[in-house]
Antibody, heavy 118, light 108 residues
Framework: QVQLVESGGGLVKPGGSLRLSCAAS????????MSWIRQAPGKGLEWVSY????????YYADSVKGRFTISRDNAKNSLYLQMNSLRAEDTAVYYC???????????WGQGTLVTVSS | SYVLTQPPSVSVAPGKTARITCGGN??????VHWYQQKPGQAPVLVIY???DRPSGIPERFSGSNSGNTATLTISRVEAGDEADYYC???????????FGGGTKLTVL
């Protein structure tokens, strides 16, 4: 069965960096687009970034552009999110999700909490 | 960027029908997808391409989309349906994946 397991979250000071990982199993990872979506405490879902199956096409939300970098290693069935220059407003649970037909997310991980605070 | 508008909350009695709307400019020309999120859990896809249900989602969940409004309909509502519901579209002109603000469904 499809499994997505995020890791790498934690407490970081403003201006700091963090790298999130998402380990995928139960499907052919290299066939699918993947995305990162976040949810601030008590708030709604916010799309963060999106990467094509080969990694050649990448999109970012304006709120993270220039600070976050999405990448993937198809040999390791893993998705990553490098987050730099973190701000308090980046505090959220970060979910990785499989993207189907480029337009919707059919499976989600359980999320990893990132807290940016001094 | 494309904006999706959902009511913050909807309340319904058990056994009745709940309708959750998602408004957007000419949303009927786009495909709408719906997610259910229960407290402390990850979102779950309940409707894709306006009205298709993934395997395992009860037939009580249905969707429609026309004009400026998409609707998620939950028939014979159960206590276990209490959750936040989010609509989502893919928009080629702005952020690829756009979410609505979410609607909290309360079962009275």
């Amino acid at each position: 069965q499809v499994q997505l397991v995020e890791s790498g979250g934690g407490l970081v000071k403003p201006g700091g960096s963090l790298r999130l990982s998402c380990a995928a199993s139960g499907f052919t990872f290299s066939d699918y687009y993947m995305s990162w979506i976040r949810q601030a405490p008590g708030k709604g879902l916010e799309w963060v970034s999106y990467i094509s199956s080969s990694g050649s096409t990448i999109y970012y939300a304006d709120s993270v552009k220039g600070r976050f970098t999405i990448s993937r290693d198809n040999a390791k069935n893993s998705l990553y999110l490098q987050m730099n220059s973190l701000r308090a407003e980046d505090t959220a649970v970060y979910y990785c999700a499989r993207v189907l037909e480029r337009v919707y997310n059919d499976y989600w991980g359980q999320g990893t909490l990132v807290t940016v605070s001094s | 960027s494309y904006v999706l508008t959902q009511p913050p909350s909807v309340s319904v009695a058990p056994g009745k029908t709940a309708r959750i709307t998602c408004g957007g400019n000419n949303i009927g020309s786009k495909s709408v997808h719906w997610y259910q999120q229960k407290p402390g859990q990850a979102p779950v896809l309940v409707i894709y391409y306006d009205s298709d249900r993934p395997s395992g989602i009860p037939e009580r969940f249905s969707g429609s989309n026309s004009g400026n409004t998409a609707t998620l309909t939950i028939s014979r509502v159960e206590a276990g349906d209490e959750a936040d519901y989010y609509c989502q579209v893919w928009d080629s002109s702005s952020d690829p994946l756009v979410f609505g603000g979410g609607t909290k469904l309360t079962v009275l």
